[in-house]
């Protein structure tokens, strides 16, 4: 299998593999020697989408920086820059911080390769191509700006070995403001639906945008966007939750945008990246595990006592979302398992793996558990915070809340003004744990200092730039506050 070279000032180089059905010659080759048919594009395209699964790392330590879940692992030394995470402790040189800036600098350039070479050769469908780029090229960059803050932009153009002594930082506001732009070209060039499985479609970069506007605060503009989604008729609410995260129920009614995974092609520790698998589904899975269902795993990011009981009684979602592996094991004879570290008795139900998958190579690295990255239930919940929070109407906020929880079992709800607000919190919280949103939910909406452990405010909001990179920039770079 050839591997695919994408040098960035960021990491002077990133070495990526890539899939069994990606196979293209080396993008450092001459230009003139590519992206003259369609399929140069379509290539040069999954190769963007497969820098997608690394974020499995970004939902992971999303959950694990939140209070919804605890580093967990063997032991207190098992992988450090998570537990420091967790402890709210991680510097500039945290090694999985540094990852996520590299891997997602990596899918930028991905995209950006194809659209520094757009007006190369035409073809039929050259927009919709052109938009995916652009859709991906958002997303990554979605992903640092939340992460990291200011970070340098690039558009249409790869950021190259010899940049780091010219580029420089670009305000938030700035790459927020590409997003935007992005985004609205996508949604304008995208279908509705896609004929592959795991292409975005004008619903995914809708739903993005409306929340990047609400991370912006721009309540207005984000509600008219979710809405659009809403009103689109593509999506609707999974009848049964209890099956939403189910290997054999992906790519469901309720996915709006949904990262691939496959169990065909492993990795290993040396390049996590290259897993066309979840990773993140082997380091969530029970300690040493042996009995019916689950596969066994690391015991990373367990969830905790508090996100266990913030479900009200009788709600449908607790026991689909987290597992109970005492319960559990009363329940089912021939269990055991052994405690980790942090063990509060709690795994993360929604990611952790199946028996019955191929896991091709090491079978904690290579799981085929899909990330539903966007849910309808998101749309509808981001929609009714834009609502409410932008004083525009309570009554379809209501509507949208409640709908999410009656799919739970739930009765409606009737507040309105700041206690709707709360409700709308509390309902992202419980009908996403375990997705990687809630330490972000906390962070845009000023709870973090109150609600994390070890939060600093006006530190930690923002993760480091890692010391490598500000190194490597000429020491040009401002450090976050706070590191």
């Known amino acids: 299998m050839k591997k695919i070279l994408f040098v960035l000032f960021a990491s002077l180089a990133v070495w990526a593999c890539t899939d069994d059905y990606v196979d293209v010659d080396s993008f450092n080759e001459d230009t003139e020697s590519f992206f003259n048919s369609e399929e140069d594009y379509q290539s040069a395209l999954i190769a963007a989408y497969d820098m997608l699964h690394s974020t499995y790392l970004n939902v992971m330590l999303g959950e694990i920086a939140s209070d919804n879940t605890l580093a967990g692992g063997e032991s207190a030394t098992d992988v450090p820059g998570i537990q420091e995470v967790d402890d709210m402790t991680h510097t500039p040189v945290n090694q999985q911080l540094r990852d996520i800036w590299n891997w997602m600098f ?19 469908n050259k927009d919709a191509v052109l938009a995916e780029a652009t859709f991906l090229r958002a997303y990554y960059y979605f992903e640092l700006v939340k992460w990291f803050g200011d970070v340098p932009l690039a558009v249409d153009q790869r950021l190259l070995f010899g940049d780091q002594n010219t580029a420089e930082r670009t305000p938030a506001s700035e790459v927020y403001a590409q997003i935007e732009t992005d985004l609205i070209f996508a949604a304008a060039n995208l279908p509705a639906t896609q004929t592959e499985v795991g292409r975005a ?15 912006q605060g721009k309540f207005q503009e984000a509600a008219t966007v979710l809405e659009e989604v809403i009103g689109s008729g593509t999506y609707d609410l999974l009848a049964d939750y209890a099956t939403m995260f189910e290997n054999d129920n992906e790519n469901n009614i309720e996915s709006v945008f949904e990262v691939q995974y496959t169990d065909l092609e492993g990795a290993g520790f040396d390049c996590l990246q290259c897993s066309e698998g979840n990773v993140a589904v082997g380091f969530n899975g029970i300690r040493n595990y042996s009995g019916p269902l689950f596969e066994s795993g690391f015991s990373f990011n367990v969830p905790t006592q508090e996100v266990f009981d913030a479900f009200e009684a009788g709600d449908l979602r607790r026991d689909v979302a987290i597992l109970d592996i005492e319960a559990w094991a ?6 055991s398992y052994v405690e980790g570290f942090e063990h509060t008795g709690y795994y993360n139900r929604k990611y952790i793996s199946r028996q019955g998958d191929l896991n091709t190579g090491d079978a904690n690295l290579t799981n085929p558990n899909n990330y539903r990255a966007i849910r309808y239930a998101d749309v509808l919940l981001m929609a009714a915070e ?7 109407d309570d009554t379809r906020a209501l509507l949208y809340l409640n709908q999410v929880r009656n799919r739970a079992g739930l009765a409606d709800l009737t507040d309105t003004g700041n206690a709707l607000t709360t409700a709308i919190y509390q309902e992202r919280r419980v009908e996403l744990v375990g997705e990687g949103h809630h330490f972000f939910d906390l962070v845009r909406t000023g709870r973090a200092a109150a609600e994390i452990d070890g939060f600093q405010a006006g530190k930690n909001e923002l993760f480091p730039i890692p010391s490598i990179e500000i190194e490597l920039a000429g020491n040009r770079w401002l450090q976050n506050p706070g590191y």
């Open 106 to 124: 990596a899918g930028v350039n991905r995209a950006n390769y194809i659209l520094e070479f757009k007006d190369k050769t035409d073809f039929a």
């Open 201 to 215: 479609t004008k619903g995914a970069a809708q739903a993005l945008l409306g929340k990047a506007y609400l991370f």
């Open 330 to 335: 009363a329940s089912n004879s021939g269990v």
């Open 386 to 392: 834009a609502l409410n929070r932008g004083s525009i």
